[in-house]
């Protein structure tokens, strides 16, 4: 089975663009998880989608969005971009719930300048 | 929200020593895993383990759920260890994962 992938890799954008990111899951799986990665912060938890629908999020601004497709795909969207939302953002993906075993991509890393 | 600490912050080892890295957590969780995080970032799944024990080659790990810590035991290491290794929690009640702040570990031949 191929793994979760991530597109793109690498992103290099100025302050007050906007970025799209996007996860594939693995097939079958249904829960998509996204998470910021930042030296300063840790792993932190963006929001889950499940369905379609977002089940959880986590304590960001209404800045960043995401949404999930009936392919299970997701796309995350940070918009007015600053300079604090350089990281490596990892999406991950689980069968059902969050809570189960979670399996991550590769990760975009974006640099805002 | 849960805090999760890791100890230690940093770890040294010389090729082929043990080590163990500890996870304590606050709250009583459904899901427990370790990963370790590769030097491109790349996120590896170690173990589901919210309770009990689980062996994978040289590693292996330990939840015992009741006290409310993890340990992560690294035998004969080898310099392919080196990263970092974060365990992550998923409350009883919660509804996210919460990861926590990891172990540099580096090590040398």
């Known amino acids: 089975k191929a793994g979760v992938t991530q597109t793109p890799r690498y992103l290099i954008k100025t302050r007050g663009q906007q970025v799209t990111l996007s996860c594939s899951p693995i097939s079958g799986h249904r829960s998509v998880s996204w998470y910021q990665q930042t030296p300063g912060q840790g792993l932190q938890f963006l929001f889950e989608?499940?369905?379609?629908?977002?089940?959880n999020k986590g304590n960001f601004p209404g800045r960043f969005s995401g949404r999930q497709f009936s392919n299970s795909r997701s796309e995350m969207n940070v918009s007015t971009l600053e300079l604090g939302d350089s990281a490596l953002y990892l999406c991950?993906?689980?069968?059902?719930?969050?809570?189960?075993?979670?399996?991550f991509g590769p990760g975009t890393r974006l640099l805002v300048l | 929200g849960i805090q999760v600490e890791q100890s230690p912050p940093d770890l040294i080892l010389q090729e082929g020593a043990n080590s163990t890295l500890r996870c304590n957590f606050s709250?009583?969780?459904?899901?427990l895993q370790w990963f370790h995080q590769n030097p491109w970032g790349q996120l590896i799944n170690l173990f589901y383990?919210?309770?009990g024990t689980k062996q994978n080659g040289r590693l292996s790990a330990t939840t015992v759920a009741t006290e409310r810590y993890s340990l992560l035991y690294i035998s004969s290491s080898q310099t392919t260890d080196s990263g970092v290794y974060f365990c992550a929690c998923f409350l009883n009640t919660g509804n996210q994962f919460y990861f926590g702040t990891g172990t540099s570990l580096t090590v040398i031949p």
């Open positions: 991950a993906s689980s069968l059902l719930t969050g809570e189960e075993t979670q399996y």
């Open positions: 709250d009583s969780v459904n899901n």
């Open positions: 383990i919210p309770s």
């Open positions: 989608y499940f369905s379609e629908t977002q089940r």
